[in-house]
């Protein structure tokens, strides 16, 4: 098993994975472009060439800062991320589509049994941007701060009705 622990992770070429029959092992430790993480990512990361396929199973956690939704206060939020992908090589599947006027042969082309995205067989795998994806897919979509979340501010009857978080926008009005 080819393995390189904590460097950079760099795009492969899919012919050079084609000729490693056990695939290729990534040891992560590091900051993911694109991620703004307290962390550095950690985890691990392998990719198999099966011919018409590439299989990808990893696993990775950060910590990242949100900012609450209801509160607006920063908060951090631990990410983790575990998956295995099939992901098809092959030319684009439009191609065939076009070229076949059988109606059954299109039907059919839906059903992937599980592959998700598609690589050309003459590019690169790109193992930082798979788990920026895989990670990013953790992200929640409304971020709340917990159970302890004091909720938006409220005013009372002596200011001047003014939402607290737009005082600094007052100042634009003069």
Known sequence: MSSVPDLPLHPVPLQELKHLEAGRHWLINQQIAGLDS???VRGQLHATHRGTVLEVEGEADTIVTLCCD????????PLRASSRELLWIGEPATT?????SDPVALEGEGDDG??????????????EHWIFEQLNLQLPIVN???????GPATWTSDTSGIDPRWQALQGLRS
């Open 38 to 40: 307290l962390t550095p």
């Open 70 to 77: 209801r509160c607006l206060q920063h908060f951090n939020h």
């Open 96 to 100: 065939h589509a076009t070229a076949t």
């Open 114 to 127: 599980g592959v998700m995205e598609q690589l050309d067989p003459r590019g690169s795998f790109d193992p």
């Open 144 to 150: 709340h701060c917990g159970s302890d979340c004091p």
